[in-house]
């Protein structure tokens, strides 16, 4: 089946500690997406890539890093300098450029203590 | 920058009824997407409908509908026939064109119960 995967569904980390979060799709899509939410909020962007090897910043990227090494696999660290980590994560992709729908994975519920 | 407005933040209605939600935008962009999703209690994100902007009709998807009106930046969602699996976060999204990709952009959700 075609879809979007993220690993794993639930993750705890202690304060201080670097984390990375799996996202591998197989739509050989060319865009790929993080999100960020928040309760009481709706997605947030923190970073996106449209092409291997090339990512840009979204809205709240401070405190975390990604890498874009296959057409597949978008991976996403949650830094020990983001301040408050404890969320859920979203991954998704899209044909990539304008108009094209984004189509999102199951989330990872991150806590930090 | 673009925002995008719901102003429900909850609502309810009964099993086969109609209900509609609210969202507004503010852009000065001319050309542009629209869309709901619907954020159930698993939390997946499920693409209800889209709206491309240069078009006047509005989208229908079976029991879902919406309502753009351009000129007020308001795009709501009608849900027809109303159904328990209906029950969900729905959030309303634009997307505006960067040049190199499609982001989006979320309104802060309403949630929407369907009761017997």
């Known amino acids: 089946d075609g879809g979007i995967t993220q690993s794993p569904k639930y993750l705890f980390r202690k304060e201080g500690q670097n984390v990375t979060l799996s996202c591998e799709q197989n739509?050989?899509?060319?865009?790929m997406y993080w999100y960020r939410q928040d309760p009481g909020q709706g997605l947030r962007l923190i970073y996106y890539s449209q092409i291997v090897n090339d990512f840009q910043k979204g809205d709240i990227a401070e405190g975390y890093s990604v890498s874009r090494e296959k057409k597949e696999s978008f991976p996403l660290t949650v830094t020990s300098a983001q301040k408050n980590p404890t969320a859920f994560y979203l991954c998704?992709?899209?044909?990539?450029?304008?108009?094209?729908?984004?189509?999102f994975g199951p989330g990872t519920r991150l806590t930090v203590t | 920058a673009q925002t995008v407005t719901q102003s429900q933040p909850e609502m309810s209605v009964q099993e086969a009824e109609t209900v509609t939600l609210s969202c507004t935008y503010d852009?000065?962009?001319?050309?542009?997407?629209l869309f709901w999703y619907k954020q159930p209690p698993s939390r997946q994100m499920i693409l209800v409908i889209r709206?491309?902007?240069?078009?006047?009709q509005n989208a229908t998807e079976n029991r879902f509908s919406v309502n753009f009106q351009k000129a007020a930046k308001s795009f709501s969602l009608k849900i027809s026939d109303s159904q328990l699996g209906d029950t969900a976060m729905y959030f309303c999204?634009?997307?505006?064109?960067?040049?190199?990709?499609?982001?989006?952009?979320f309104g802060t959700g309403t949630r929407l119960q369907v009761t017997l």
């Open positions: 852009t000065s962009e001319s050309n542009y997407y």
């Open positions: 999204a634009f997307m505006r064109n960067t040049g190199t990709a499609s982001k989006l952009t």
């Open positions: 709206q491309e902007a240069y078009k006047q």
């Open positions: 739509l050989n899509h060319d865009a």
């Open positions: 998704a992709s899209s044909m990539g450029g304008f108009s094209y729908e984004q189509y």
